[in-house]
């Protein structure tokens, strides 16, 4: 019998788990749940006998896969597959997938949320400003990128995009105005959202060079990861510019120093919040368990990503 591990240290709702645990009992596997787990010790050991692996943002080190000798595949249930060590996972014949798009509207609406946060001035009662008729840029337009485009239309926004990997015609059908660079994207917009992935060349990517080019008023929207900033340069930013804000998911490391020196004009998740929706949870979890079941079944390796 084939052994699934969902190895959660944020769980996920517990519909998610049902159903994970449903195409578990009809396909024939045997599930276990570790969630909220303590540490790489707690994985590793649960991870043994493991055949299947599902996780979220759980870290997938090179120690864990050679850990589990009878590993087959790991989905990320997720878009990111930054956590998942992917050399090691090839080396060792393991098939990594991630389940795109399933997530993505519970993300965008979090960083519309706290775009009106922090516009209103996280609601004290002082006159804050609207979105409407505001520009946003959506930095990679991807599946999150899409639905920040689509939520922003709907609130009045002038929406544009850049994105090097997805022709104009495609961005424009959308109603999104495509420009051809990032310097130009952050030159133009009033907010732009970070939908880039984590990576060796978008690590530190964003820092002054954009960032002082924005607009009055700029605000910086980060439900990507908060690698991709470079905070020493984010803090000159700060520093520089009076006009400028920082929302993200997920605080940065130096949190404590914009706390300390920038009241209201930044606003972080004490958690990564953005795909924690019972529907985020319930797409992303049922992809993940049935692509297994795909790819054991019928060899199905789409969305595969080593
Ligand atoms: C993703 O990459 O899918 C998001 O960042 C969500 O991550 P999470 O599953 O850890 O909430």
């Not at 991807?142 to 239309?153: E, L, S, T």
């Not at 995009?161 to 051809?180: H, L, M, Y």
């Not at 992935?197 to 700029?218: D, R, V, W």
Request: aromatic fraction near 8%; hydrophobic fraction near 40%; proline fraction near 3%.
């Amino acid at each position: 019998m084939k052994k699934i591990l969902v190895a959660t240290v944020k769980p996920f709702a517990p519909d998610a788990v049902t159903g994970i645990r449903d195409i578990c009992k009809s396909a024939g596997y045997d599930l276990t749940v570790l969630e909220k787990y303590d540490g790489q010790d707690a994985l590793i050991e649960a991870v043994k006998d493991a055949n299947g692996l599902i996780v979220r943002s759980d870290k997938v080190t090179a120690e864990v896969i050679n850990a589990a000798e009878n590993l087959e595949v790991v989905v990320r249930a997720g878009a990111g597959y930054d956590n998942v060590d992917l050399d090691a996972a090839t080396k060792n014949n393991v098939v990594v997938m991630n389940t795109p798009g399933q997530n993505s509207n519970a993300v965008a609406e979090l960083a519309l949320g706290m775009m009106v946060y922090l516009a209103r001035g996280g609601f004290n009662g002082k006159s804050g400003t609207e979105l409407k008729g505001k520009t946003i840029g959506i930095h990679a337009y991807g599946n999150v990128g899409q639905n920040v485009a689509r939520i922003a239309k709907g609130f009045g926004m002038e929406v544009y995009a850049f994105d090097p990997f997805i022709n104009r015609a495609e961005i424009e059908a959308d109603g999104v105005k495509a420009v051809t660079s990032a310097e130009a994207l952050y030159e133009t917009c009033q907010y732009v959202s970070l939908h880039i992935p984590s990576n060796e060349k978008t690590k530190a990517s964003i820092g002054t060079a954009l960032l002082s080019k924005m607009p009055q008023n700029a605000v910086l929207v980060n439900t990507a990861r908060k690698e991709v900033i470079n905070e020493k340069e984010l803090m000159q930013v700060f520093a520089k510019r009076d006009d400028f804000s920082y929302i993200s998911d997920i605080a940065p490391d130096c949190a404590d120093d914009i706390a300390a020196k920038y009241e209201g004009r930044y606003f972080f998740t004490p958690k990564k919040m953005g795909a924690q929706t019972k529907e985020a949870n319930v797409g992303a979890g049922i992809a993940a368990i049935n692509q297994i079941k795909g790819l054991w079944e019928k060899g199905d390796k789409t969305f595969q990503v080593n």
